[in-house]
């Protein structure tokens, strides 16, 4: 190897970033060793001085001399008349040294030398990498998208290290363009065929956590804990928080002023719908906390089976159930109780819109109801069947299946 190949050999080396001066000196070193023993069966008496920046490289022997035909190892002695012709003043018992070549080791050696070094210096890297993102679990990191594939999202970070986020860590509604910047929680951290593979989410309940952290100095200076986060990404979450301080509102602080903290924090989960209730041990409280916006009359627990049965004015049980059951649904993973929704007994006997149905009864038909006037259960109640087959176009089965399910409600 000439010394200009070396010098570029070292100058590649270099590009690795996360391997400091030091280790870098000693793989170099290390590797060398492994030359010289290859060769010389020891590296115990060679003294190797390399410069990276330079690219220099001095490889040295070092023997003793001893009297003609008195050599056992030829590795750490040379015979006096030898040493002589280097210079004349040598005598014997004196140490003598002489600087090695690399041609001397031959072009395959300095080849296979050449590639285990880019393989320990490799691995190296992997590791560090490994390490380095093995610590980040749990913290939000930023890139640019690389690649678009079907099944996940290649993103390279600030040095160049591959990031990936799955399809099933990406928001639904998240739409990627290669050369544009995202964010995402560090999920895990995993090493596939011997290279580092960093999983990252936009998904997790951790990264709305770390959004409240950075968005909300409160609960990053401890004086407002997040208890508990419940998510549908992209759609909707609900964050219940509590503060140790009396003085601090967690949910004023955690909203902001006019909604700007949250409103900041919606954005970057694609305009993800978020409920922050105050966290409590009344578990009566807490579950009607979560049903929020609806206004709850009553509650009916069972602890041991946790359960609760939920009772609502008939105007209050969509807004209980959520669109699609969503709000229900987290309100339930939130409190940890299976809730179940009744409409109050006590209101029964009045009249109730129809959109109450819409969990019972097809939003078409509820529709077509209305186009002849019936707003209301009792208003189609009080209709014969033949008259709504002949005002609307449904079928006699179904009105007489609607007409079943309002009568239940007055039942």
């Given at each position: 190897m000439e010394h200009a190949a070396l010098i570029e050999s070292f100058a590649e080396f270099k590009e690795f970033k996360n391997i400091d001066r030091a280790t870098m000196m000693g793989i170099l070193e290390d590797v060398f060793r492994s030359m010289i023993i290859k060769k010389y069966g020891s590296d115990e008496n060679f003294d190797i001085i390399i410069n990276i920046d330079k690219g220099d490289l001095e490889v040295w022997r070092n023997r003793?001399?001893?009297?003609?035909?008195?050599?056992?190892?030829?590795?750490?002695?040379?015979?006096?008349?030898?040493?002589?012709?280097?210079?004349p003043d040598f005598e014997v018992g004196e140490d003598f040294?002489?600087?090695?070549?690399?041609?001397?080791?031959?072009?395959?050696?300095?080849?296979?030398?050449?590639?285990?070094?880019?393989?320990?210096?490799?691995?190296?890297?992997?590791?560090?990498?490994?390490?380095?993102?093995?610590?980040?679990?749990?913290?939000?990191?930023?890139?640019?998208?690389y690649q678009v594939w079907k099944k996940e999202v290649l993103i390279l970070d600030e040095d160049g290290n591959e990031l990936i986020i799955p399809k099933s860590e990406q928001i639904p509604s998240d739409f990627y363009k290669k050369g544009e910047t995202v964010r995402a929680v560090v999920l895990r951290v995993e090493m596939k065929n011997s290279n580092p593979q960093i999983i990252l989410s936009r998904t997790s309940p951790v990264f709305l956590e770390k959004l409240f952290e950075q968005e909300v100095p409160e609960i990053f200076d401890g004086l407002i804990t997040i208890k508990k986060i419940v998510r549908e990404p992209g759609?909707?979450?609900?964050?219940?928080?509590?503060?140790?301080?009396?003085?601090?509102?967690?949910?004023?602080?955690?909203?902001?002023?006019?909604?700007?903290?949250?409103?900041?924090?919606?954005?970057?989960?694609?305009?993800?719908?978020?409920?922050?209730?105050?966290?409590?041990?009344?578990?009566?409280?807490?579950?009607?906390?979560?049903?929020?916006?609806?206004?709850?009359?009553?509650?009916k627990l069972d602890e041991a089976a946790k359960r609760a049965e939920v009772y609502l004015k008939p105007d209050q049980v969509s807004l209980a159930i959520g669109k699609g059951g969503l709000n229900i649904k987290l309100a339930s993973r939130l409190t940890g109780f299976e809730i179940d929704v009744y409409r109050d007994s006590e209101v029964d006997m009045e009249d109730?819109?129809?959109?109450?149905?819409?969990?019972?009864?097809?939003?078409?038909?509820?529709?077509?109801?209305?186009?002849?006037?019936?707003?209301?259960?009792?208003?189609?109640l009080e209709l014969p069947v033949d008259d709504l087959v002949k005002r609307t176009d449904l079928e006699e089965e179904t009105i007489k299946e609607v007409m079943k399910i309002l009568r239940a409600e007055f039942e």
């Open positions: 003793i001399i001893v009297e003609d035909g008195s050599v056992e190892d030829p590795n750490k002695e040379i015979e006096y008349s030898a040493a002589i012709k280097v210079q040294s002489e600087e090695v070549h690399l041609n001397d080791f031959g072009r395959r050696a300095v080849l296979a030398f050449r590639q285990n070094l880019v393989s320990r210096i490799s691995d190296l890297e992997k590791d560090s990498i490994y390490q380095k993102y093995k610590t980040r679990i749990g913290e939000i990191v930023g890139g640019e998208i759609i909707r979450a609900k964050v219940a928080v509590e503060s140790y301080d009396y003085r601090i509102e967690p949910v004023g602080a955690c909203v902001g002023v006019k909604g700007s903290r949250i409103h900041a924090i919606g954005r970057e989960l694609r305009n993800e719908n978020i409920d922050v209730i105050n966290f409590t041990t009344n578990n009566n409280l807490y579950i009607t906390r979560a049903l929020s916006p609806a206004k709850i009359t009553n509650i109730v819109d129809l959109d109450e149905f819409a969990d019972e009864i097809e939003g078409w038909i509820i529709d077509e109801l209305k186009s002849i006037g019936c707003d209301t259960a009792k208003s189609v």
